[in-house]
């Protein structure tokens, strides 16, 4: 039992360490969805043109960071009319850009891998890009068209078809602060908490088992920390299969990358498994009841080609600029809860979760949240904000 507490303890340390960052990472981004309508996005991403997908990236990061949501609304917005590039590249950028993780990174592992994921997401985006438009084949992509179509469900279908956005007519201003948009921004805060829960959950669990029960020798070996060259060759290569196997996806794959940070994995390597949410095992199911299991294997191997390329370039990016920190001391292994100013954070921002949470539920919110997993056809129009 000691073990298990401990590595409890430690679960427990660095979730009281990002709480506050979460909830305001999650307000930020409820308040932008409540003001900006999906039909909007889907006018905006009817191509591939790099005007266009730096339109998806931004709608991307001001979006939902739970990897099955952004997944279940990529494959709604290409339904829609989206380009399939555009599609993946809001489905990235809503993993990958959110301001959450980023603060959350800040918090448990410092800012500069913070600056190494805003900087890698978009070269990613762009490799995927570049590899859509030399592989991809019209042939490919109508067989992709014609299995998203038949709508077959996947996960957290119907919290992606809601439509939360105020419907009410007049300026952004006004628009922004009306009651419709206080009870938009409620809405979308929780269902945001409520999907991204079990991830957050189940990596902050793992990460504390891992901290706790495997040596950090193991890791040392296992990323050739001895040989700095092998290891910045290796890390980008192997960061992304390591998220595969762990199955932890979303932000929840943020305290064991500071575990695996520690434990000796590259700088780049870190990036990469950051980014390999979007192809672990559950993900690449639904990638093949989406799309088919020719396209769940192209997007796999294709977002797995641009991780590692985008762990490369941090990777040189940061090394021959020098912001590789030099020491290895991630936010992980703390197992108390200090009287600080991380306290203070959370005692305010509890507050405005608990405003958020009565409005939620004095305003019928509380029946969306069955609806969460439900058909996308049936759901599709469930709720809409007047």
Same mark, same amino acid.
């Given at each position: 039992?000691?073990?298990?507490g401990?590595?409890?303890?430690?679960?427990?340390?660095?979730?009281?360490?990002i709480?506050?960052?979460?909830?305001?990472?999650?307000?930020?981004?409820?308040?932008?969805?409540?003001v900006?309508?999906?039909?909007?996005?889907?006018?905006?991403?009817?191509?591939?043109?790099?005007?266009?997908?730096?339109?998806?990236?931004?709608?991307?990061?001001?979006?939902?960071?739970?990897?099955y !949501?952004?997944?279940?609304?990529?494959?709604?917005?290409?339904?829609?009319g989206?380009?399939?590039?555009?599609?993946?590249?809001?489905?990235?950028?809503?993993?990958?850009?959110?301001?959450?993780?980023?603060?959350?990174?800040?918090?448990?592992?410092?800012?500069?891998?913070?600056?190494?994921?805003?900087?890698?997401?978009?070269?990613?985006?762009?490799a995927?890009?570049?590899?859509?438009?030399?592989?991809?084949?019209?042939?490919?992509?109508?067989?992709?068209?014609?299995?998203?179509?038949?709508?077959?469900?996947?996960?957290?279908?119907?919290h992606a078809?809601?439509?939360?956005?105020?419907?009410?007519?007049?300026?952004?201003?006004?628009?922004?602060?009306?009651?419709?948009?206080?009870?938009?921004?409620?809405?979308?805060?929780v269902?945001?908490?409520? !999907?991204?829960?079990?991830?957050?959950?189940?990596?902050?669990?793992?990460?504390?088992?891992?901290?706790?029960?495997?040596?950090?020798?193991?890791?040392?070996?296992?990323?050739?920390?001895?040989?700095?060259?092998?290891?910045?060759?290796?890390?980008?290569?192997?960061?992304p299969?390591?998220?595969?196997?762990?199955?932890?996806c979303?932000?929840?794959?943020?305290?064991?990358?500071?575990?695996?940070?520690?434990?000796?994995?590259?700088?780049?390597?870190?990036?990469?498994?950051?980014?390999g949410?979007?192809?672990?095992?559950?993900?690449?199911?639904?990638?093949?009841? $989406? $799309?088919?299991?020719?396209?769940?294997?192209?997007?796999?191997?294709?977002?797995?080609?641009?991780?590692?390329?985008?762990?490369?370039?941090?990777?040189?990016v940061?090394?021959?600029?020098?912001?590789?920190?030099?020491?290895?001391?991630?936010?992980?292994?703390?197992?108390?809860?200090?009287?600080?100013?991380?306290?203070?954070?959370?005692?305010?921002?509890?507050?405005?979760?608990?405003?958020?949470?009565?409005?939620?539920?004095?305003?019928?919110?509380?029946?969306?949240?069955?609806?969460?997993?439900?058909?996308?056809?049936?759901?599709?129009?469930?709720?809409?904000?007047?």
């Amino acid at each position: 039992m000691g073990a298990i507490g401990h590595a409890l303890a430690i679960a427990g340390s660095m979730a009281w360490e990002i709480l506050w960052a979460l909830i305001l990472g999650f307000a930020l981004s409820a308040v932008v969805q409540a003001v900006v309508r999906r039909s909007t996005i889907v006018r905006l991403l009817g191509d591939d043109r790099p005007g266009t997908l730096t339109v998806a990236t931004g709608l991307g990061a001001a979006s939902s960071s739970c990897s099955y !949501a952004a997944v279940a609304l990529a494959r709604s917005l290409f339904r829609k009319g989206a380009s399939f590039t555009a599609a993946m590249a809001f489905e990235i950028a809503s993993t990958n850009l959110v301001i959450e993780l980023g603060i959350v990174l800040a918090l448990l592992m410092g800012w500069e891998f913070t600056a190494a994921e805003f900087v890698g997401g978009p070269v990613m985006i762009v490799a995927i890009a570049l590899l859509f438009r030399l592989f991809l084949r019209e042939r490919l992509l109508r067989e992709a068209r014609h299995q998203a179509e038949r709508g077959v469900a996947g996960s957290m279908e119907g919290h992606a078809a809601m439509d939360m956005a105020v419907r009410r007519e007049g300026s952004f201003r006004q628009r922004l602060f009306s009651r419709e948009a206080f009870t938009a921004v409620s809405h979308v805060f929780v269902m945001e908490w409520a !999907a991204i829960l079990r991830d957050l959950v189940v990596g902050l669990l793992v990460a504390g088992a891992v901290a706790a029960w495997v040596p950090d020798s193991f890791w040392r070996h296992f990323f050739l920390s001895g040989h700095p060259t092998a290891a910045a060759l290796w890390g980008p290569l192997v960061g992304p299969l390591v998220a595969v196997v762990s199955f932890v996806c979303s932000i929840g794959n943020v305290p064991l990358a500071a575990v695996l940070w520690n434990g000796g994995i590259s700088f780049g390597g870190v990036i990469a498994f950051i980014f390999g949410d979007l192809i672990i095992l559950p993900i690449i199911n639904i990638y093949r009841k $989406y $799309y088919g299991i020719r396209m769940a294997l192209f997007v796999a191997a294709t977002f797995y080609a641009a991780m590692v390329a985008a762990g490369y370039v941090v990777e040189l990016v940061f090394g021959t600029t020098g912001l590789v920190p030099e020491r290895r001391h991630a936010a992980v292994m703390a197992a108390h809860v200090s009287w600080n100013y991380t306290t203070w954070l959370n005692i305010a921002f509890l507050a405005i979760t608990a405003i958020l949470v009565a409005r939620f539920v004095r305003t019928g919110g509380v029946p969306m949240l069955t609806m969460m997993g439900g058909d996308p056809e049936k759901d599709e129009t469930a709720h809409h904000h007047g």
